[in-house]
């Protein structure tokens, strides 16, 4: 009864047809296939139009959404409106022809045929027509519909043609003639639609300068990714630039993002923006907590509808694993079926290939789209970052580190990133298995479930090693933190660390933590190769549980070929979703925990943007009533506070900010700023502001960009502001003049002119309101004052704004409006100077303490004016009589004199008053660090060199001597930590000329082309030969083990197969060794993922025709002895492939560990030209990510690549063993693949690159923006630096985008090259049916499969390996380097120096090689325990001088002789450990006081504290609950600059050398401090030769004898008074300019 049912819908077409509409004998078993007319005048008819008219209407609803946007009418326009026409035309005739005939002649399906393709065609033009209009330059919708169309137009073809040519049986000519001229046309409009039509108008003027072709690709353009392979060929022929990048399309634009990101997050109002009653518009960085969403649920508003998309993708083509065995196995049962007819063979083949091209499309569109969505999500969280940084309050940035917070853009942004191309994998897993479970229960029924709980058993061990691993790579992520942030600090310090010489003791502690790192590493290899262990043996395993239980159930089961193989391959299916689940929710968890991380910085606490108000209300510029505030306090450190703060400054006033160290100075800006927290109070700033920080931050960018900061160029304008801040000196001395590259941190510029720039940046800017904090206290007096006058004074250039100057000169009061007063963080005094004057109270106090704190002579002139503007204000008798007592002690004599009675006297402090100042200086250390003031070596003579020029002195001498010696300024400069990332700088825009000078860091080298074979062997040759060699034999072993195992298991199953038994060896042969090396990675790109995948299903493809030697139902060994070997063949090849990867994993460690041995050891011992002219980040990258590579990345590489090349191997051994006509194969595959990896590689290893270097920017810029974010918040400038950091990271996703694009071109470049290979054989093995046995072909294809799947994962392996290998190549560049000398030498005297006297002897010497002589035969003697000052013009060689005495710099001729030795024939540490210096910029290392003091332990806790007493440090540290082992912060940021410098004085004194260098030493402090240090050198190294580096000439007027120095030269050499007797001597000419005589 059932049959006429099942025939219903037939008999209706065939009353449609008046004849029979399937005839299952005439259309399939014939030995030609005829489908029949009615089926193809009907069903394959009506299926493309039915097809098209299902999508036509949300088409047509799609196209009418978007905005008119007409494209011009081109020649394929016109075709595709004159085809449609001729294919209406056509349909209008057959129906003419049927309305002739008449339905007596004609059946009803020939009038239904026309009508319904006019209708499509008409519906056709006008979906062609709507789309020109709107823009759709070609739809996916019409190309599939001819596609479509013209595969159900085939058979109706052949029948067309077969008739035609036997004359039997012919349809009507008419139809047959209207046929031939539908299908013509239909074939060029299908090719027509392969192109995309002309642009818009509108797509044309939006285009981008360089526009990414996926913009004007068509669809099957897209669909096959031919539009990324220009940029392929483009790399082959020449290495790929920057340049060569496009630009991103719209939707991926960081613009883009990051308005639907605002979108996203909002819960209230899109809004972000507000403009106060000035217009203003207020920059927020994101919704306030409140308003915001979870970044999770904004992920999802933004990505969750393309993400379900992806899902649909990823499950068509996850089902396509599970269709093309099924055809396969169809061809290799119609070779074994000689009954069946031929052309169902070619039918099989044409559908194997055609499902081989639909999961290979599929695959391919979905990674690359899932990597797109990934990338998104990365920038988007990157953007959010920054965005955050730049409103973070000052208590949420104490909670993140730099680090952490760089670590936010660059880890846990990648990490959420990877994670979503994971998540469908996860979701679709339990499908696999569960498909997998149906079609094995099919094959094996209830002994399936053996096999599956062998597997399932597998999981709770893979979770534990799983979970394992992460806990040691954590813990082991913690020692690499901490070595890199000890690498980072040497690094910064290196000019210290060598003056000390350190840097062996330093270098000691970063080996102690790397090999504990080295030591977890070595575990989790242990772990990692014990992991493989399990998964390799799995297959086997699971195969024999599942077998053992099926021959063992019942006599009558008989396990063939075909049973055995395909269960095999099922079960390899269903192996990686159940091992690598654990996997991936493991990584899902790591991504929410980092999604956690995420939203708690983004919920962190943000400047209160209300903390500072804008009240029109009131009259006055800046209000605060009532005001208390606090800077929040980390652990164990006290809550610092402004109390009973009541300030009110009107318009155009100039208000001063004056008190001691510690008084709340710079908190009151800080305050006004609303950078600290208020907590009661109002504060009103009506205006913009501007600000001048205490300490000077520059961006890396132009001097003139640095003064201009965003503002337009006005050349008057921008001229009158150098010269009023006193740059225009500095601008001509420049090389590049403002055009010159500011270098890291400002390291190429003095302190003094980094103030100046700061200054000059402030007062371009032309705000309302400047705040100044303490500018001019990094420049010289004279110069201080030229500012003052010119600049903030009542007649500067900034008289009509209104200023808070926050100052410690007393001059300048007399020309304020008011002075503030403050004292422990409260305003004490307010009012005009006179009155605080007459009041006596804290204002004339701290007067009288700059009067007795003042300088000798260089405090004469300042003194001077101070009586003189003393003498005008009533009620300062008091102060007047102290200056009357200060000057009667500090009188010079006449100049011309030469009795040495004129000589002044020595500033002497008792140690008693030094003590308790000091006590004074700890009691307000708390906030010191706000209020101290930086000078630089170079700072007063710049200074003194500006103040010539101004006052119309002769600047052409100081100008060429500067010209000739900023190579030497800039060495003199001690390092800074820095950013821990490569400086890349205008990497787009590097073929631009530049004036000589105008760059100080010298660009990084990066090699383009192969990278060097050598860099293997250097890798090798540090891994060992043992090492090196192993992993391969043993690797080979298991390969050999997983052929014996199929062959062996063929053999069994099929016993009267002869040569078709090897056919079996692909069932594990691909697979087993790459899922292990799947699962063993740990994600490091998007690539792996995707080759993951696509590999994984190659696996299916090999072991599905297992069916085709099951023919045999007995054996000739018995089940026991076949169950045995096959199980020895798992154990061995699971013990070799864990042996081999174990071996190759120590061998891959032993390498890292060495290299990174080597590479700190020729750090620490290369020369300071080298940190000189090489960023840190870019040294500290070498230790940090180059060594993370070698460390993680290159040996997961390696592994992959050794196991694929092994198993292609393999795979052609046993192809060419079987059949070797096969091999006519194999050498067409090896030239087509080599030919592609060859091109595919060029571009793609120059495109990592360009993409590694890439990302540095926008963590040099992220880092530069967290250090200046208080001045870029005060100049309200944060979108403007939003903005650059979105340009630099849209830069760095160019190559991401395009290397995305590059892989899936290759891919599907491989893959369809591949499935040509595999239908030709299909072909080959079809057409010769009766001659190639079953076998041979199944072996033939299914290794055709086989070897084209694993050469497209090796061409990607091999690509991974040359790009991390670069790592190798970087770290090598450094060991390559030239090194110092060696730093002992046996034969050094131990007791030497005993003496201290020093001799040059024609000594000359240049920085570096190719460079001018900045010491020119300098020949002098110092005498034991002399006292020595050294002086000299800026480029004089002072500095110089001093480092080629700790051999900093080599001799270029003569020699130094310290007690008649050749310092050169002394080791470094022989001679820089016996000689102790006292810098000018204190260098602190984080870690213990302690190991700051002695970091070579060889003195005891009482010298340590003794030490301390002396340098009146004790009692500090006594109040310390640590004591000597009390921390240090990174750069020692919880100790005071007066502190630091003290603890450098406790060095010295520990060191107890016979000879001290002072480089200025109290150059940077306050004066406090100063008398601490001054008292304490006399007293404890009068017995040592003390050579003084002056730069303030006051501080060696005491000495024995002053060395000047001109241009390299000795110019004089004699006591200070004789010098000064002489007016014509260069140092009377200094000390005239100082104001000193």
């Known amino acids: 009864m059932s049959s006429p049912i099942e025939e219903e819908p037939f008999q209706f077409l065939s009353s449609l047809c008046r004849e029979p509409f399937w005839n299952a004998t005439k259309s399939w078993a014939s030995e030609e296939p005829d489908l029949g007319v009615c089926a193809e005048r009907t069903l394959l008819v009506w299926a493309p139009c039915l097809l098209l008219w299902a999508c036509a209407p949300p088409y047509l609803v799609y196209l009418l959404r978007r905005p008119f946007d007409p494209i011009p009418w081109t020649r394929l326009s016109y075709f595709k409106m004159a085809a449609t026409g001729v294919l209406q035309a056509t349909a209008a005739t057959e129906m003419g022809w049927a309305l002739a005939r008449g339905a007596h002649e004609v059946p009803p399906a020939h009038f239904i045929a026309p009508g319904v393709l006019l209708i499509t065609h008409v519906i056709h033009m006008c979906l062609v027509l709507v789309g020109r209009r709107k823009g759709e330059q070609n739809s996916s919708v019409i190309w599939l519909f001819w596609l479509f169309f013209l595969f159900c137009g085939l058979p109706q073809l052949y029948t067309s043609i077969a008739a035609a040519i036997r004359k039997t049986d012919a349809p009507p000519p008419l139809l047959v003639a209207t046929f031939l001229v539908q299908f013509l046309f239909s074939v060029a409009l299908f090719v027509a639609n392969c192109f995309s039509d002309a642009p818009s108008a509108v797509k044309r003027l939006s285009e981008t300068e360089n526009p990414s072709p996926l913009l004007q690709a068509s669809f099957v353009n897209r669909l096959f990714f031919f539009w990324s392979g220009s940029i392929v060929w483009r790399g082959w022929r020449r290495p790929l630039t920057p340049d060569d990048l496009w630009d991103l399309v719209p939707e ?129 969280i990157m953007s959010a970052v920054y965005r955050k940084a730049l409103s973070l309050s000052g208590a949420a940035r104490r909670d993140s580190t730099l680090g952490e917070i760089v670590n936010l853009m660059a880890v846990d942004a990648q990490c959420i990133g990877e994670t979503a191309i994971l998540l469908w994998s996860l979701f679709g897993a339990p499908a696999i298995i569960l498909a997998t479970m149906v079609f094995l229960w099919e094959e094996l029924g209830v002994s399936v479930l053996a096999g599956v709980a062998v597997l399932f058993l597998i999981v709770p061990l893979n979770s534990y090693l799983s979970n394992r691993m992460k806990s040691l790579l954590f813990a082991a992520l913690k020692f690499r933190d901490q070595r890199v942030k000890m690498v980072s600090e040497i690094i910064s310090g290196i000019k210290v660390l060598k003056l000390y010489a350190w840097e062996g003791s330093f270098a000691n502690k970063v080996k102690e933590v790397r090999n504990e790192e080295i030591r977890l590493l070595k575990k989790v290899a242990f772990l990692k190769a014990f992991n493989s262990f399990i998964f390799n043996s799995s297959p086997c395993m699971v195969a024999l549980a599942s077998f053992t239980t099926y021959l063992l159930a019942s006599p009558d089961n008989v396990l063939d070929a075909k049973k055995a193989f395909v269960a095999i391959s099922l079960f390899d299916i269903m192996r990686l979703p159940i091992v690598m689940l654990p996997t991936t929710i493991s990584q899902v968890i790591q991504a929410m925990v980092a999604l956690k991380r995420v939203q708690n910085f983004i919920s962190a606490e943000e400047v209160d943007p209300t903390a500072v108000t804008w009240d029109r209300s009131e009259a006055a510029a800046v209000i605060i009533r009532g005001g208390q505030f606090s800077w929040e306090g980390g652990e164990q450190q006290i ?62 960018a132009t001097l003139r960009d640095n003064i201009l900061w965003g503002q337009p160029f006005d050349e008057t304008r921008y001229k009158k502001v ?254 800074r930590k820095s950013v821990e990332m490569e400086d890349l700088r205008n990497v787009s825009e590097g073929g631009e000329a530049t004036v000589k000078g105008q760059r100080l860091v010298m660009e990084e080298t990066s090699e383009t082309g192969k990278v060097s074979r050598k860099m293997y062997l250097v890798y090798a040759s540090s891994m060992g030969v043992v090492l090196a060699v192993l992993p391969v034999i043993f690797v080979a072993l298991g390969q050999a083990s997983i052929a014996g195992s199929n062959i062996w298991l063929s053999h069994w199953s099929s016993p009267n197969v002869g040569t078709a038994s090897p ?201 530069e923006t967290l250090q200046g974010v208080t001045v870029i918040r005060a100049y309200k400038r944060q979108e403007e630096f939003n903005e650059e950091s979105q340009r630099k990271i849209e830069f760095s996703l160019k190559a991401t985008y395009a290397n995305a694009a590059v892989n899936r071109w290759v891919s599907v470049i491989l893959e369809m090259m591949g499935n040509v290979i595999t239908f030709a054989a299909a072909i080959v093995g079809v057409a010769g049916r009766g001659h190639i046995s079953s076998g041979v072909v199944g072996l033939s294809v299914t290794y055709a499969i086989s070897v084209n799947l694993i050469l497209n994962w090796v061409v990607r392996v091999a690509s991974e390996v040359e790009a991390n290998v670069v790592s190798v190549e970087r770290i090598n560049e450094y060991l390559e380097n030239e090194r110092e000398a060696d730093w002992t030498e046996a034969d050094t005297p131990s007791a030497w120096p005993d003496e201290g006297s020093v001799s040059f002897r024609n000594y000359q010497t240049r920085y570096r090689p190719g460079l001018d002589l900045v010491l020119k035969g300098i020949t002098c003697s110092f005498r034991p325990a002399e006292k020595v000052g050294i002086v000299g013009r800026t480029g004089a060689g002072k500095s110089s001088l001093t480092l080629g005495l700790f051999r900093l710099i080599e001799a270029a001729a003569g020699e130094i002789a310290i007690d008649k030795v050749n310092i050169a024939d002394v080791g470094l540490h022989d001679l820089r450990g016996r000689v102790s210096i006292i810098p000018q910029d204190p260098v602190l290392f984080s870690g213990t006081l302690r190991l700051n ?145």
Not at 352 to 360: A, H, K, P, R
Not at 658 to 681: D, Y
Request: glycine share 6%.
């Open 252 to 380: 991926n634009t960081t613009a883009t993002l990051a308005a639907q990101w605002e979108a996203a997050t909002s819960t209230k109002s899109s809004a972000k923006k507000e403009k106060d009653k000035h217009s203003e518009v207020k920059f927020t960085s994101l919704p306030s907590s409140e308003s915001q969403a979870p970044i999770l649920l904004s992920l999802w508003r933004m990505f969750g509808k393309p993400f379900i998309l992806l899902g649909a993708i990823y499950l068509l083509a996850e089902g396509s694993r599970f269709v093309t065995p099924q055809f396969l196995s169809l061809v290799i049962t119609f070779m074994a079926d000689e009954q069946q007819p031929p052309w169902h063979g070619y039918l099989y083949a044409v559908s194997l290939f055609l499902s081989c091209i639909v999961s290979t499309l599929l695959r391919n569109k979905f990674y690359f789209k899932i990597t797109v969505l990934s990338v998104r999500i990365r920038s988007i």
């Open 1493 to 1637: 003091l002695d970091p070579l332990d060889r003195c005891s806790d009482a010298e340590v504290w003794r030490a301390l007493e002396l340098a009146h440090l004790a009692s500090y540290v006594r109040t310390q609950p640590a004591g000597l082992l009390h921390p240090v912060d990174e750069e020692g940021a919880n100790f005071s600059v007066g502190q630091r410098q003290l603890v450098c004085l406790a060095r010295a004194l520990l060191r107890n050398s016979r000879i001290l260098v002072l480089d200025e030493a109290t150059a940077a402090i306050d004066l406090e401090t100063d008398d601490l240090i001054q008292a304490t050198i006399r007293s404890q190294f009068a017995h040592c030769t003390v050579l003084t580096i002056a730069h303030r000439l006051n501080t060696i007027m005491d000495s024995d004898r002053v060395l000047v120095l001109h241009q390299g030269s000795v110019a004089e050499f004699d006591t200070p008074a004789r010098l000064l007797a002489d007016p014509h001597s260069v140092f009377y000419g200094m000390a005239k300019d100082a104001g000193l005589v």
């Open 639 to 700: 809550t610092w506070r402004l109390e009973d703060i009541n300030l009110e400054i009107g318009h155009k006033k100039l208000v001063a900010v004056v008190g001691s160290v510690g008084a709340g100075k710079s908190s009151l800006i800080s305050a006004l700023l609303g950078e600290m927290k208020k907590v009661e109070g109002k504060v009103v700033v009506n205006g913009r502001m501007a600000y001048v920080s205490q300490q000077a931050w520059l961006q890396n």
């Open 1063 to 1263: 056919l079996n060896t692909t069932s594990t042969l691909n697979t087993t060794y790459n899922p292990s090396t799947v699962f063993n990675a740990a994600l490091p790109n998007t690539t792996s993922v995707n080759d993951t995948y696509g590999y994984n299903t190659t696996s299916l493809f090999n072991k599905n025709p297992g069916s085709l030697n099951s023919t045999s139902e007995g054996t000739s060994v018995s089940r026991g002895v076949f169950l045995t070997l096959y199980g020895a063949f798992g154990i061995a090849q699971a013990f070799f492939l864990f042996l081999g990867m174990l071996s190759l994993m120590l061998g891959c460690l032993r390498s890292s560990r060495v290299l990174h041995q080597r590479l700190l050891d020729s750090v620490v011992r290369l020369p300071m030209s080298f940190f000189d002219t090489n960023p840190s980040g870019r040294i500290i990258n070498r230790f940090s990510k180059d060594i993370n590579v070698l460390d993680n990345t290159f040996p997961d590489n390696l592994r992959n690549f050794v196991g694929c090349f092994m198993q292609v191997v393999a795979t052609l051994i046993v192809i060419v063993a079987a059949t070797p006509a096969a091999g006519l194969f194999v050498l067409p595959v090896m030239l087509l693949y080599y030919l592609v990896q060859v091109i595919y590689i060029a571009s793609s290893r120059q495109m990592k690159r360009i993409e590694s270097v890439s990302k540095s920017p926008i963590y040099s810029h992220f880092g």
């Open 722 to 975: 150098v010269k009023a801040c006193a740059l225009q000196p500095d601008l001509d001395m420049l090389p590049g003049g403002d055009m010159t590259e500011i270098g890291e941190k400002g390291i190429n510029l003095s302190g003094g002119q980094k103030q100046r720039v700061s200054l000059a940046r402030a007062v371009y800017s032309d705000t309302d309101i400047v705040l100044l904090d303490d500018p001019l206290s990094a420049v010289d007096a004279h110069v201080g004052r030229f500012i003052f006058d010119n600049v903030i004074g009542p007649q500067g250039i900034l008289r009509g704004k209104t200023r808070l100057l926050v100052t410690h000169s007393v001059t300048f009061l007399p020309s304020v409006d008011e002075v503030v007063v403050m004292r422990d963080g409260r305003v004490v005094e307010r009012g005009s100077y006179p009155d605080l004057v007459a009041k006596q109270g804290d204002f004339a106090n701290f007067v009288l303490q700059h009067i007795n704190d003042a300088n000798d002579e260089e405090g004469e002139e300042e003194l001077e004016e101070l009586r003189e503007q003393l003498d005008e204000v009533p009620g300062a008798q008091s102060l007047l009589r102290q200056l009357s007592i200060r000057s009667s002690g500090t009188t010079v004599s006449n100049p011309g004199s030469t009795a040495p009675t004129g000589i002044p006297h020595k500033r002497v402090r008792s140690v008693s008053e030094s003590y308790s100042r000091h006590q004074n200086l700890v009691r307000k250390s708390s906030c010191s660090s706000l209020n101290v003031r930086g000078r630089d070596i170079a700072d007063v003579i710049s200074d003194i060199s500006v103040y010539s020029h101004l006052f119309d002195e002769d600047v052409k001498t100081s100008k060429n001597a500067l010209n000739e010696s900023r190579t030497s300024l800039h060495s003199s400069k001690s390092r």
